[in-house]
């Protein structure tokens, strides 16, 4: 979390960007407090099959998942109400439903498929849930399809608005395997993935040379 001192480095925001496709016009959920670890997972794709040699084949690049939980809490906004007249009337609601609609189709999609059912037609409009990039600093902006998402409402007000709340989210991030060419998150992976070979050419962490005769090649 972010500190109240004076002094403090401002620290960056992170947070979740959603494009409803062909919409360019994005939710933004930025993260009140942020996360104070993620955990990453990667697993290896690899090749089936093979022969001899074949052993470092991959298919593709790793299954990665992350993993974190979001703070969210209105009482700062709650003490200046003539401020944020929605928070007071709303709670964490929206900010909720924002988080919520990751998970869900577009709705003027499922109004028209439901309109087209009524109509007795068989032609069914593909429903897809929101294109999601997660924003953790400049160097690390990669497109993700979330797979849990669990919350806890932890407090409420007179109107049984939840005000203080926890999300626990589980994010796959979606590679150039997953993503059409057409698609802006195939892009924003590419990016991601020539980002993280510049950085490994940075690594300069350690001694080298501690390594000595002990290199084989």
């Known amino acids: 979390m972010g500190s109240d001192f004076p002094g403090s480095p401002r620290v960056l925001k992170g947070g979740i960007v ?23 997972s990667l697993q290896i794709q690899g090749a ?7 052993a470092n084949r991959v298919n593709g690049p790793p299954q ?26 709303n709670g964490l609601h929206p900010v909720i439903a ?8 577009s709705y003027p999609m499922v109004i028209a498929n439901e309109a087209l059912a009524l109509a007795g037609s068989a032609f069914v409009l593909g429903e897809q849930a929101p294109l999601a990039l997660l924003i953790w600093g400049p160097k690390r902006v990669l497109p993700v399809q979330v797979q849990g998402l669990s919350i806890r409402e932890e407090a409420f007000d007179q109107a049984l608005n939840p005000i203080r709340a926890k999300a626990d989210l589980t994010l796959r991030v979606l590679t150039y395997r997953d993503l059409d060419v057409t698609n802006p998150g ?3 992976y590419l990016a991601s ?17 501690g390594l000595g005769a002990g290199l084989p090649i």
Do not use: C
């Not at 979001?70 to 007249?85: F, G, M, R, T, W």
């Not at 924002?98 to 189709?105: D, I, Q, W």
């Open 186 to 188: 195939y892009w924003v």
């Open 18 to 40: 959603a494009y409803q496709l062909p919409s360019l016009l994005p939710t933004v959920i930025v993260f009140q407090y942020n996360p104070d670890e993620v955990s990453r």
């Open 48 to 54: 089936n099959g093979g022969g001899r040699g074949d």
């Open 64 to 89: 990665e998942t992350l993993s974190f939980s979001v703070e969210i809490d209105a009482a700062d906004q709650l003490e200046h109400p003539s401020e944020n007249a929605v928070t007071v009337e």
């Open 193 to 209: 993935f020539t980002r993280k070979e510049a950085m490994s050419a940075l690594n300069l962490f350690g001694d080298k040379t």
């Open 98 to 105: 924002a988080l919520e609609r990751l998970v869900y189709p």
